[in-house]
């Protein structure tokens, strides 16, 4: 595995993928690699070679009272990780290298960008939208590879790619979950051991509302009532937004006859934690991915 630490070099090895006719894959993170960053570099490694893994993280997408000097940084780990998955460059820029002296530009995806975490966290999804640009110019990637935790954020930058024509690829990928169903986060290692027990109320609401839906509810107003009791039952949550919302415009629904999202946000702690459910029509009823 090449590491590759400069933008010069890394869109050198991009054009010789692609006047190789390679179809070059990207995975982009911000480190402190899990289980779920290692199931979208399988997914690269199944469907492209080169496959490129990005660690950059992104000032731009932190809010002042955010934790970007906390933030885990593992680099060495998750070197040794990704080379042990067979990646074929390791994309790690510097913030100096990504925005130089006098940079000044910024990506805006309105409206999607407007809601929900764009509204908890002003400015965050601008910082998303401006350095994936960066690096689908850099990279030139045919096709990139999102986590479905992430929803609204995959939602805009695939606006992004519709609205710039870019000729990248999205591909979405399962959620990676714990065996007790909390979803994988860079930042469940800042939960406490009580804090990690509470967490799991978000799955297990998530996992009430599959439950509703399976057996015929339709009702969004009653599917959130059933969400939210399971998570109110937990006193060390404090819920920012728990709501069902249409998969494409990110307004709220109130009947489930669609494509749909079940979003939750809570705060753990310190520590915010978001996940989802993704409610798709199967065979004349609904499917529910957790």
């Given at each position: 595995?090449?590491t ?21 894959g ?11 960053h ?7 490694k ?8 990005s660690?950059f ?52 995806v ?34 990139a ?41 860079s930042?469940?290692?800042y ?40 998570l ?21 629904v ?18 915010r ?8 029509p ?9």
């Amino acid at each position: 595995m090449e590491t590759v630490h400069t933008i010069q070099w890394m869109k050198e090895l991009a054009k010789n993928a692609l006047v190789n006719e390679r179809l070059l894959g990207l995975v982009p993170t911000m480190g402190a690699l899990h289980e779920g960053h290692f199931s979208l570099v399988r997914a690269a490694k199944h469907k492209c070679s080169p496959v490129v893994v990005s660690i950059f993280v992104n000032p731009k997408q932190f809010g002042p009272t955010e934790d970007l000097k906390k933030y885990p940084r593992t680099f060495e780990a998750d070197r040794e990780a990704l080379a042990s998955l067979g990646v074929d460059i390791l994309f790690a820029p510097t913030s100096e290298e990504m925005y130089p002296a006098g940079f000044s530009t910024s990506v805006s995806v309105k409206g999607l960008s407007d809601r929900w975490e764009g509204r908890a966290r002003p400015g965050h999804f601008d910082g998303v939208a401006t350095v994936v640009l960066k690096l689908f110019e850099i990279v030139q990637p045919r096709v990139a590879f999102f986590g479905r935790k992430d929803a609204q954020q995959a939602r805009i930058i695939r606006q992004m790619v519709t609205d710039l024509n870019l000729s990248t690829e999205i591909e979405l990928c399962p959620i990676v979950r714990e065996p007790d169903g909390l979803a994988l986060s860079s930042r469940n290692v800042y939960l406490s051991p009580e804090d990690r027990r509470a967490a799991v109320a978000i799955s297990r609401a998530l996992a009430a509302c599959k439950e509703c839906i399976s057996s015929g509810e339709r009702d969004v107003a009653r599917l959130l009532a059933t969400i939210r009791g399971k998570l109110e039952s937990e006193p060390r949550l404090t819920v920012d937004y728990a709501e069902i919302v249409d998969a494409d415009s990110f307004e709220p629904v109130r009947m489930i006859r669609g494509n749909c999202y079940v979003l939750i946000a809570v705060m753990v702690g310190g520590t915010r934690l978001i996940d989802n459910a993704y409610i798709e029509p199967e065979a004349g009823a609904f499917r529910v991915l957790l």
